[in-house]
């Protein structure tokens, strides 16, 4: 058994989650910041990957929620880079970082797991966290992480605003990076809502991705 896992993402209209740069920029609208505000709300848990928290430094609380009410912060973090003044190891919420079993790096405040060789092991990582009473997960990238949930088959929903804009760079960030698959994975549109300036689609996997 594992959590019901959505993944969520921001893209331009020619398809980067952020500018060559790698740092975030606003590509939400203000009816889609809504929109995702009230997503982490209903989660049980946020994960971002290690290259997310070193570009953005993102926060991933609601804000006007407890540290009891807030989602658990999940970091997936092979190698240990996550620096101590990172905003996700403030007291807003609680925090898990996940790291390869050869890392031996703890950090103030925080629960460590270390599940995985090279990599951190993503399937075991969704058993450990169904048994602790995760139910839905909400993966908020970026690339490789998003690459890796899918390649795992562990995608349940697929959710994307496209805001429009063009950022271009053919080494910005995509919604799934990684070394890509050699067949498509195939997915079903099942709803589609404009947000302001932009367009929600959501996707389900076909079959078994
Ligand atoms: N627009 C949006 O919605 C949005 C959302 C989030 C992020 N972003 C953007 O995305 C970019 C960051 O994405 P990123 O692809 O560089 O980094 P990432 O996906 O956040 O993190 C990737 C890192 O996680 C670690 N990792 C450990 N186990 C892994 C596994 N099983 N699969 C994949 N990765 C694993 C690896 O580092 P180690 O080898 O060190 O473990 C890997 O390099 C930034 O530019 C950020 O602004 C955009």
Known sequence: MRPFVTVNCAMTADGKIASVLRKQM????????ARVKEMRKNSDAILVGIG????????????GLTPEENPLRIVID?????????????DLAKTLIVTCEDCSKTWKGAEVLRIGKNKVD?????????ERGIRTLMVEG??????????????????VFVGSMIIGGRTAPTP?????????LDLKLV?????????????????DL
């Open 122 to 130: 993503l399937s075991g990582l969704m058993k450990n966290l169904y």
């Open 176 to 184: 799934a990076d990684g070394d890509g698959f050699t067949q498509p």
């Open 78 to 90: 092979g190698r240990g880079r996550l620096p101590e003044i990172s905003r996700v190891l403030d």
């Open 142 to 159: 970026g690339g490789e992480i998003i690459s890796s949930f899918f390649e795992n088959n562990l995608v349940d929903r697929y959710c």
């Open 26 to 33: 606003r590509i939400s609208s203000p009816e889609d910041l």
């Open 52 to 63: 997310t928290v070193l570009s953005d430094d993102p926060h991933l609380t609601v804000k």
């Open 191 to 207: 709803d589609h809502k404009v947000l302001g300036n932009g367009i929600l689609l959501t996707y389900e996997p076909v079959n």
